[in-house]
T-cell receptor, first 117, second 110 residues
Framework: GAVVSQHPSRVICKSGTSVKIECRSL??????MFWYRQFPKKSLMLMAT?????????EQGVEKDKFLINHASLTLSTLTVTSAHPEDSSFYIC?????????????FGPGTRLTVL | QKEVEQNSGPLSVPEGAIASLNCTYS??????FFWYRQYSGKSPELIMF????GDKEDGRFTAQLNKASQYVSLLIRDSQPSDSATYLC??????????FGKGTMLLVSP
């Protein structure tokens, strides 16, 4: 299956700082990538859909000025959590859609665990 | 609003038994259906997809789809303790976005 990587896998930062998370498709070109957040023992929540070369589409309730998404190439999307606060501590997971197979499945990265002190 | 419903569980089965996981969805126009497995602290892993009514088998896994009833299920034969995880049902209703259920926790006891 298609491989998606994420970096870093774990980050601890102080309140008020910004954190950038990278998501890469390693063996395919992903025109669309997705960013999810998952709190402990809760379900996946879609934050935004990232399309290469255009602005991301944010889900209702997700602040676009706080969660900056850049999808500058067909293999890389970044999520920047700006001015992070303890309530932003969560498991952030990206996924990518491989359009070459003609199917709709998403392949997930390993996730980034963010802890804001 | 598109919804995907799953019983949160936990579903407990003994090793070697068949585990049956169920999912219903609200959007009758849904076209493709996926099952993901998520171990605690890890990201989801795709294990099955199905597009057509009927059964689809892959090793110990069988996905079943009934579009008339808006129902999709996953059967795991010869369940192993390593199958213990949360199973997420996901539905695509048109564009590339998937709608996920909240997941069913499966516990397989030795």
């Amino acid at each position: 299956g298609a491989v998606v990587s994420q970096h870093p896998s774990r980050v601890i930062c102080k309140s008020g700082t910004s954190v950038k998370i990278e998501c890469r498709s390693l063996d395919f070109q992903a025109t669309t990538m997705f960013w999810y957040r998952q709190f402990p023992k809760k379900s996946l929540m879609l934050m935004a859909t990232s399309n290469e070369g255009s602005k991301a589409t944010y889900e209702q309730g997700v602040e676009k000025d706080k969660f900056l998404i850049n999808h500058a190439s067909l293999t890389l999307s970044t999520l920047t959590v700006t001015s992070a606060h303890p309530e932003d501590s969560s498991f952030y997971i990206c996924s990518a859609r491989d359009p070459s197979g003609g199917r709709d499945e998403q392949f997930f990265g390993p996730g980034t665990r963010l802890t804001v002190l | 609003q598109k919804e995907v419903e799953q019983n949160s569980g936990p579903l407990s089965v003994p090793e070697g038994a068949i585990a049956s996981l169920n999912c219903t969805y609200s959007d009758r126009g849904s076209q493709s259906f996926f099952w993901y497995r998520q171990y605690s602290g890890k990201s989801p892993e795709l294990i099955m997809f199905i597009y057509s009514n009927g059964d689809k088998e892959d090793g110990r896994f069988t996905a079943q789809l009934n579009k008339a009833s808006q129902y999709v299920s996953l059967l795991i034969r010869d369940s192993q303790p390593s199958d213990s995880a949360t199973y997420l049902c996901a539905v695509n209703s048109g564009y590339s976005t998937l709608t996920f259920g909240k997941g069913t926790m499966l516990l397989v006891s030795p």
